[in-house]
């Protein structure tokens, strides 16, 4: 899959569903067979995986050991709320009302799809998050891409 690309505004209803935009239905790939899981995402977002995608990222976390604490901490927290969901008629998904809650989603929503996902955003919430002016923009640019052998050494926490 060549994954997601764009940006687009779009309104949820008091159900907890949306109209999947047809710039993102083109981009889904015929083996996905119209069937998506949700789960939380991070910075209160939920992500939105195809089948296939969705079973790539759970394949990588079978990796993760069941008896350290931390990781089954993080793999619990990782499928708190993921659900199997599939297109109506509409081309609509149904998020789950626990999952709505999470990610504080209103009348309006954001989908942000990138590689192998889409990120589903209170309109809200994204516009806070994603609030960077050019200069500091820049500078994260040149921290993350910048050198990529220095990479090891970048911690990120929050402003950094």
């Known amino acids: 899959m060549s994954g997601f690309l764009g940006e687009i505004s779009c309104k949820i209803d008091t159900k907890g ?3 999947m935009p047809t710039k993102f239905l083109r981009q889904l790939p ?8 949700v789960n939380r995402g991070f910075e209160q977002c939920l992500t939105l995986y195809t089948w296939p995608e969705w079973t790539k ?3 990588e976390l079978q990796s993760l050991n069941t008896y350290n604490p931390l990781h089954l901490r993080f793999i619990r927290q990782f499928f708190r709320g993921a659900t199997e969901m599939q297109f109506d008629a509409s081309n609509r998904l149904l998020i789950p009302k626990s999952l709505t809650q999470y990610a504080d989603l209103k009348k309006e929503i954001i989908l942000l799809g990138y590689f192998n996902r889409i990120e ?3 309109a809200k919430v994204y516009e806070e998050v994603m609030a960077i002016d050019p200069e500091e923009f820049a500078e994260l640019a040149n921290k993350v891409m910048g050198n990529p052998t220095a990479n090891e050494d970048l911690i990120i926490s929050g402003n950094d």
């Not at 015929?30 to 899981?37: F, L, T």
């Open 57 to 59: 990222v759970t394949d």
């Open 120 to 122: 589903i955003w209170s």
């Open 17 to 19: 569903r949306f109209v």
């Open 30 to 37: 015929p083996e996905a067979n119209n069937k998506m899981v």
